[in-house]
């Protein structure tokens, strides 16, 4: 997978409370990004990086916030989460925003 | 905004045969189309990927063909084996920077 680590890699919990997803490279690649998985949908954004620092909205990025303060490391926030954030969630890197290489995912469910 | 359809959502095919998997993306100043193969509990994998300054890749037994002035680019798998089988998603680079996904197809490849 690239040299890309997911953590945790199930999640269970409950509604309204914090979630913290994390991605971490070893590649050292400019570019991070956050995806979700719902069947029916495909592969939608949420949230990427261009660099340490520098973040950008996706498409779904209600209710998500990431934070990116080494180059290594990309955390996907779920500040309070809902039931509709149940999804399998993939982190992506890429040396120039074309091609991105995918973790191997985070099942989340939230009850 | 950027959208991209994908067909069919399910395909079967004969082992030995091809298989064609079709997308469309609507903003005509998209210049970077990927292809990505996910198997069962997998992130999905980069298998071949094209760029708008070329109608044709191959890489052995898979080929990407793309139509600008259409909008739309294919997936070509000749030869087709059981590890073919799997979900395919098409993608369009929008802005340089935000992939968005096809909503996938199922391949199933008969023995």
């Known amino acids: 997978d690239a040299g890309i680590t997911q953590s945790p890699r199930h999640k269970v919990t409950e509604t309204g409370t914090p979630v913290t997803l994390r991605c971490h490279q070893t590649e050292n690649h400019r570019y991070m990004y956050w995806y979700r998985q719902d069947p029916g949908h495909g592969l939608r954004l949420i949230h990427y990086s261009y660099g340490v620092k520098d973040t950008d909205k996706g498409e779904v990025s209600d209710g998500y916030s990431v934070s990116r303060s080494k180059t290594e490391d990309f955390l996907l926030t779920l500040e309070s989460a809902t039931s509709s954030q149940t999804s399998v969630y993939f982190c992506?890197?890429?040396?120039?925003?074309?091609?991105?290489?995918f973790g191997p995912g985070t099942r989340l469910t939230v009850t | 905004g950027e959208n991209v359809e994908q067909h069919p959502s399910t395909l079967s095919v004969q082992e030995g045969d091809s298989a064609v998997i079709k997308c469309t993306y609507s903003d005509s100043a998209s210049n970077y189309f990927p292809w990505y193969k996910q198997e069962l509990g997998k992130g999905p994998q980069l298998i071949i990927d094209i760029r708008s300054n070329v109608g044709e890749k191959k890489d052995q037994r898979i080929a990407v063909t793309l139509n600008k002035t259409a909008k739309h680019f294919s997936l070509h798998i000749t030869e087709t084996q059981p590890e073919d089988s799997a979900v395919y998603f098409c993608?369009?680079?929008?802005?340089?920077?935000?992939?968005?996904f096809g909503t996938g197809t199922r391949l199933t490849i008969i023995p």
């Open positions: 993608a369009a680079l929008f802005g340089n920077e935000k992939l968005t």
């Open positions: 992506a890197i890429s040396v120039t925003s074309y091609e991105q290489y």
